[in-house]
Structure formats: C-alpha cells, structure tokens
T-cell receptor
Framework: SAVISQKPSRDICQRGTSLTIQCQVDSQVTMMFWYRQQPGQSLTLIAT?????????ESGFVIDKFPISRPNLTFSTLTVSNMSPEDSSIYLC?????????????FGPGTRLTVL | LAKTTQPISMDSYEGQEVNITCSHN???????ITWYQQFPSQGPRFIIQ???TKVTNEVASLFIPADRKSSTLSLPRVSLSDTAVYYC?????????????FGAGTRLFVKA
C-alpha cells in the first residue's frame, strides 16, 4: 500500500484568498485523485490528475477554481482559489493501488479547510 | 459506474457480529466490490475487496452471491473502535480510467 501525506493538515483562511494543498506519495503512481468532503457528507471527486497532462475535472468543478498541478509521479497540488465559506471542507488526495484492474485506492489524511 | 445502496446507519454492541448489506443491481461484469472504512478526521481506509463468493481477511469478510447484485460486509465481534462510516463501492475500468465514486455510506455506532 502507498503512504500518502498532505500539507497543511488544516488551515483557516479569509474569504477571497487562495490555498494550495500538497499531496506527496512514497512511490510513483500514474493517477492521483482529489476529493472534497463537506461536513457530515460523503466524498465527492473533484478531479483526476495524471502526470504530464491536464487534470480531468468532474461535473461542477472547474480549473479556474481548483487548479491542479502534477509535476512528477509522486507529487500533486490542489489550489482552492478565491475562497468563500462554502469551500470549507476536508480535501483529500488518493492514489490507485492494489492489483491491476481492482481499482483499490489509498487516501491521504486530508486537509481541513475553514474559510471565514 | 454502478450505483450502490446501503443503510444510512446501524447500531450494535461490543462483541456482536455486524453485517452491512449493499445493493448494486447494475454491477458490470468487470466491476469489483470494495469496502472502505472512515474514522472522523481521517481519509477512508481500504478494508476488503471481492469479485464473487466469499473473501476473508484479518479485518472482515465479504459475502457476494452468485448474481453479484448485492454484497455483505461482515465485521466479527465489533469493538467501540469500529465506530466509523463504511462505504460500499462498485468500480471497474472505464473509458476515463479508474474513478472511484463514493455513495452515502453506512454510519456504524458501536455501543458498550
């Protein structure tokens, strides 16, 4: 299994500012995923990030609001831009693992974001 | 991606066996069934995965009938620390690569 770390673990930000969340994996992976989990809710996939290509965003999420970088096979960043209180959430990154074809994912600990 | 349906919440007592059933009527041939566990303030953790029949590991068992339209996660002798949200997912390869879509999950409360 992969070991995933995220920075920061939590932050409190002012409305209108931006925050960049880092995700580091201890092994090389092709695909990385970014999720959002609002309080008391399930996880919602934001985008899929492949190294060397543009991220693929899910319906309701756009690159201008959530730009993603994937500079190498062990690292990715998600930026939450021009934040509003509605962006208060836990943001999680994950990577694929397990046997090929089984779509098992391993998750980071999450970044708890509060926007005032 | 196949949609899953599972109970919103369940209560149990320490030492009991807990069975959480998930329905996935439109599961595809290539889909696997995967269960995750999530504690508060942590990311989901992989518990168990199966394709058909029964799978057992050190944490749980997964029962899948022949038609694969449902699955049951069995947690033997739960303890207070098993209080968590349990997600059932059905996934496989698609044209966009692998994407894992989470349903609402089942909140399990284990009481003393």
């Amino acid at each position: 299994s992969a070991v995933i770390s995220q920075k920061p673990s939590r932050d409190i930000c002012q409305r209108g500012t931006s925050l960049t969340i880092q995700c580091q994996v201890d092994s090389q992976v092709t695909m990385m995923f970014w999720y959002r989990q609002q309080p008391g809710q399930s996880l919602t996939l934001i985008a899929t990030a492949n190294q060397g290509s543009e991220a693929t965003y899910e319906s309701g999420f756009v690159i201008d609001k959530f730009p993603i970088s994937r500079p190498n096979l062990t690292f990715s960043t998600l930026t939450v831009s021009n934040m509003s209180p509605e962006d208060s959430s836990i943001y999680l990154c994950s990577v694929e693992g397990g046997a090929i074809g089984t779509d098992t994912q391993y998750f980071g600990p999450g970044t708890r974001l509060t926007v005032l | 991606l196949a949609k899953t349906t599972q109970p919103i919440s369940m209560d149990s007592y320490e030492g009991q066996e807990v069975n959480i059933t998930c329905s996935h009527n439109n599961i595809a041939t290539n889909d696997y069934i995967t269960w995750y566990q999530q504690f508060p303030s942590q990311g989901p953790r992989f518990i168990i995965q199966g394709y058909k029949t029964k799978v057992t590991n050190e944490v749980a068992s997964l029962f899948i009938p022949a038609d694969r339209k449902s699955s049951t996660l069995s947690l033997p002798r739960v303890s207070l620390s098993d209080t968590a949200v349990y997600y059932c997912l059905v996934d496989g390869p698609n044209t966009g690569g692998f994407k894992t879509i989470f349903g609402a999950g089942t909140r399990l409360f284990v009481k003393a």
